[in-house]
T-cell receptor, first 113, second 114 residues
Framework: GENVEQHPSTLSVQEGDSAVIKCTYSDSASNYFPWYKQELGKRPQLIIDIRSNVGEKKDQRIAVTLNKTAKHFSLHITETQPEDSAVYFCAAKAVDYGQNFVFGPGTRLSVLP | DSGVTQTPKHLITATGQRVTLRCSPRSGDLSVYWYQQSLDQGLQFLIQYYNGEERAKGNILERFSAQQFPDLHSELNLSSLELGDSALYFC?????????????FGPGTRLTVL
């Protein structure tokens, strides 16, 4: 089955700096990769996703890149703000009705003012 | 607010007991997923239902069971509870089976087993 690894487990950056979180997956059949943000005590919320036929996707300060050959994808947050502080989860999914999302263990991002 | 509701918000019970967690998906969503999130851990997929039928199973213990009813709400039953079952349980829904559908998460039920 699919296995998703995520690094780093914790990340501290100064406000205004960039943050990068990396994930690797094992199942070459995976072709959908969402990223979720979870604030303390709250539900996970989708912030960006990418499909396997795309190498990069941007949404304002957030971008995701995908390298299918190497089986890894990354989340990039630029101009970080204190409200970006949260736990970020990557996930991988094979678009096959029998498959489901496999989540990485999460990265706790702290943006220091 | 994602439109997914979960009840109760908090549940405190004792070891050996049985509890039922309830989830109502977003209006029109046919697929319901259950996840377990232990303290400072990631999301562990438990089970998925689509339009009343079980579609996929993850790392769900035999003591746990779930079902989806004709009105599409779902219940997760946890029995013979152990201390290690204490966790946040999330339900998520999506419109159809898979493809590139986003999952919308409910607010979760925090279960504490004493």
């Amino acid at each position: 089955g699919e296995n998703v690894e995520q690094h780093p487990s914790t990340l501290s950056v100064q406000e205004g700096d960039s943050a990068v979180i990396k994930c690797t997956y094992s199942d070459s059949a995976s072709n959908y990769f969402p990223w979720y943000k979870q604030e303390l005590g709250k539900r996970p919320q989708l912030i960006i996703d990418i499909r396997s036929n795309v190498g990069e996707k941007k949404d304002q300060r957030i971008a995701v890149t995908l390298n299918k050959t190497a089986k890894h994808f990354s989340l990039h947050i630029t101009e970080t703000q204190p409200e970006d502080s949260a736990v970020y989860f990557c996930a991988a999914k094979a678009v096959d009705y029998g498959q489901n999302f496999v989540f990485g263990p999460g990265t706790r991002l702290s943006v220091l003012p | 607010d994602s439109g997914v509701t979960q009840t109760p918000k908090h549940l405190i019970t004792a070891t050996g007991q049985r509890v039922t967690l309830r989830c109502s998906p977003r209006s029109g969503d046919l697929s319901v997923y259950w996840y377990q999130q232990s303290l400072d851990q990631g999301l562990q997929f438990l089970i998925q239902y689509y339009n009343g039928e079980e579609r996929a199973k993850g790392n769900i213990l035999e003591r746990f069971s779930a079902q989806q009813f004709p009105d599409l709400h779902s219940e997760l039953n946890l029995s013979s509870l152990e201390l290690g079952d204490s966790a946040l349980y999330f339900c998520a829904s999506s419109p159809k089976l898979a493809v590139y559908n986003e999952q919308f998460f409910g607010p979760g039920t925090r279960l504490t087993v004493l």
